[in-house]
């Protein structure tokens, strides 16, 4: 029995999420039947962090035991044929050791958001970016975004039905940078409150319009409580971009 590690990425518009689910398509659905169609048998999936419906993800780590001997192409391009016609992609597929487990070796994950703060509409990233049709101040939410950074009780950005044991979460990462019509903002720790950075992200696109400050955000984190925060955004422009081992 070989224990492979997979890095994939995919398109989260069509799925509910990572989670497999009784009456919608997951991305753990789509692995899992992939594997069963090449492997001839019922397989688990186990991933680095479960995503929302409609988040992508650009280096998702999964893991899942074979016993049918591969090498890791020839299961990378068999396990894209038979993924077909999902928007995903396997990456890389490496031989990992028995105790390597994609979730509970993970040392950090990282995000990234993408906002086109433009007045017209995307065409070619419709569902891929989240459009704010007004220009925003990205110096102001880096800035903003600063008062976040470190080990914190982050109940003002925790979505209500988190299962986390605890809010306090320690933020190694939230920068703020323009790319052209965009802003994108990343996101780095070792673990993430269900919600919290699209919950975070709202809090900042307030600041980049003008409606809140630097010290409105600090007011929000230090009341530990979602109702003093800033809203959900979408989650059209979020990506998980990579898991630390």
Not at 24 to 32: D, G, I, L, Y
Not at 169 to 190: F, M, P, Q, S, Y
Request: glycine letters at 8%; proline letters at 6%.
């Amino acid at each position: 029995m070989q224990r492979w590690k997979l890095t994939i990425e995919y398109d989260g518009r069509p799925f509910a999420g990572w989670q497999r689910q009784d009456n919608a398509p997951s991305v753990q659905q789509a692995m899992e039947e992939a594997i069963e169609r090449l492997s001839g048998s019922p397989v688990r999936v186990h991933t680095s962090g479960r995503t929302d419906a409609g988040v992508h993800a650009l280096g998702q780590v999964c893991h899942f035991d074979l016993e049918k001997p591969f090498t890791g192409d020839k299961l990378r391009d068999a396990l894209n044929f038979h993924l077909r016609p999902n928007p995903i992609s396997v990456l890389l597929a490496e031989p990992a050791a028995g105790d390597f487990h994609a979730r509970m070796s993970c040392l950090g994950r990282s995000y990234l958001f993408r906002i086109l703060d433009r007045r017209a509409p995307p065409a070619l990233d419709l569902g891929r970016v989240w459009h704010v049709p007004r220009r925003l101040d990205a110096g102001r939410m880096h800035e903003a975004a600063q008062v976040l950074v470190g080990r914190h009780d982050f109940s003002s950005f925790r979505a209500s039905l988190c299962q986390a044991n605890s809010p306090v979460k320690t933020l190694d990462r939230l920068d703020v940078e323009r790319v052209g019509e965009e802003i994108h903002i990343h996101a780095a720790a070792r673990s993430f409150l269900h919600h919290q950075v699209r919950n975070m992200v709202g809090t900042l696109e307030f600041v980049g319009n003008g409606k809140w400050t630097a010290e409105d955000v600090r007011a929000a984190l230090e009341a530990r409580d979602r109702a003093k925060g800033g809203p959900t955004c979408p989650p059209d422009g979020l990506y998980f971009v990579g898991a630390r081992y």
